[in-house]
């Protein structure tokens, strides 16, 4: 059995007035990530890290930020994608652990939501998900409110 680990990071600027997507959900709150896509920062960077441990480059080569196709793009279609890629080359999920880093909202409440939805759009067990959630004390650019950040740690096999 070949197994691979992969690892992904991704940040966007958060901004009054912009709709707020992570993990494939729309939060409510007064501010929003920006980005090319819908800049859901947990399936981007579920995407990089998927793709690392596939040895298939980075969400950015696929879907560059400049190509308009992806403009305001739903996050939920690149991951499809991207799982379509990595089984076509034969590997299935074992599994991901993320941590999402920002100071507002707070997103506790609504992992086993964005779990469901990301299982759903992978084929995979919700099981297979760890959401974390942390602040960062009011320090750097995620305790001023200027942004959101996220990290994932995938496993992924061919069997």
Same mark, same amino acid.
């Given at each position: 059995?070949?197994i691979? /680990?992969?690892?992904? %990071?991704?940040?966007?600027q958060?901004?009054?007035?912009?709709?707020?997507?992570?993990?494939?959900i729309?939060l409510?709150h007064?501010?929003?990530?920006?980005g090319h896509?819908?800049?859901? +920062?947990?399936?981007?960077?579920?995407?990089?890290?998927?793709?690392?441990?596939?040895?298939?480059?980075?969400?950015?080569?696929?879907?560059?930020?400049?190509?308009?196709?992806?403009?305001?793009?739903?996050?939920k279609?690149?991951l499809?994608? +991207?799982?379509? #890629?990595?089984?076509s080359?034969? %590997?299935?999920?074992?599994?991901?652990?993320? $941590? +999402? /880093?920002l100071?507002?909202p707070? /997103?506790?409440? /609504?992992?086993?939501?964005?779990i469901?939805?990301?299982?759903?759009?992978?084929?995979?067990?919700?099981d297979?998900?760890?959401i974390?959630? $942390? $602040?960062?004390e009011? #320090?750097?650019?995620?305790?001023?409110?200027?942004?959101v950040?996220? %990290?994932? $740690?995938? #496993?992924? %096999?061919?069997?």
């Amino acid at each position: 059995m070949n197994i691979r /680990v992969g690892f992904g %990071y991704d940040v966007h600027q958060l901004k009054a007035g912009e709709d707020f997507f992570l993990g494939g959900i729309k939060l409510e709150h007064h501010k929003g990530a920006t980005g090319h896509s819908d800049a859901d +920062v947990l399936i981007h960077t579920i995407c990089d890290a998927i793709l690392g441990a596939a040895n298939l480059r980075d969400i950015g080569f696929h879907f560059p930020p400049t190509d308009p196709q992806y403009k305001g793009i739903d996050s939920k279609e690149l991951l499809l994608e +991207v799982m379509q #890629l990595v089984r076509s080359k034969k %590997y299935e999920l074992s599994n991901i652990d993320c $941590t +999402v /880093v920002l100071q507002e909202p707070k /997103v506790n409440p /609504v992992i086993p939501k964005m779990i469901h939805v990301l299982a759903e759009c992978m084929s995979i067990d919700e099981d297979q998900i760890s959401i974390k959630a $942390t $602040t960062s004390e009011k #320090l750097g650019f995620e305790g001023r409110e200027e942004g959101v950040s996220a %990290y994932a $740690t995938v #496993l992924i %096999y061919q069997s």
